[in-house]
Nanobody, 122 residues
Framework: QVQLVESGGGLVQAGGSLRLSCTTS???????MVWFRQGPGKEREFVAA????????LSADPVKGRFTISRDNAKNTIYLQMNSLKPEDTAFYYC????????????????WGQGTQVTVSS
């Protein structure tokens, strides 16, 4: 069974940095790996994506230039480096995966972690 476990969330002041980790387990790698987030009163939204076999990445406009997604295949881990954090980044962050091409729609993802809270104070 595929499992995703996030870590690294916390409380940080505006302008600070955090690095989230998502460690995967299971019989096989699921090709498309993404980070989503859900802030207060908002729907779950796409943040960034990567695959296990390509260095190409995709990120949402609000985080471009500030967040970087990366992977470590040997550790079965996906990272989200978050710099220059803003209060608007406050959300519960989820790691998710699915087979097939990357999409930005949460409903199309099959596997989810438990999430980790990121709170950015002003």
């Amino acid at each position: 069974q595929v499992q995703l476990v996030e870590s690294g969330g916390g409380l940080v002041q505006a302008g600070g940095s955090l690095r989230l980790s998502c460690t995967t387990s299971g019989r096989t790698f699921i090709p498309s790996m993404v980070w989503f987030r859900q802030g207060p009163g908002k729907e779950r939204e796409f943040v960034a994506a990567i695959t296990w076999t390509s260095s190409n990445t995709l990120s949402a406009d609000p985080v471009k230039g500030r967040f970087t997604i990366s992977r470590d295949n040997a550790k079965n881990t996906i990272y989200l480096q978050m710099n220059s954090l803003k209060p608007e980044d406050t959300a519960f962050y989820y790691c998710a995966a699915k087979r097939g091409i990357i999409t930005t729609l949460a409903r199309e993802y099959d596997y989810w972690g438990q999430g980790t809270q990121v709170t950015v104070s002003s």
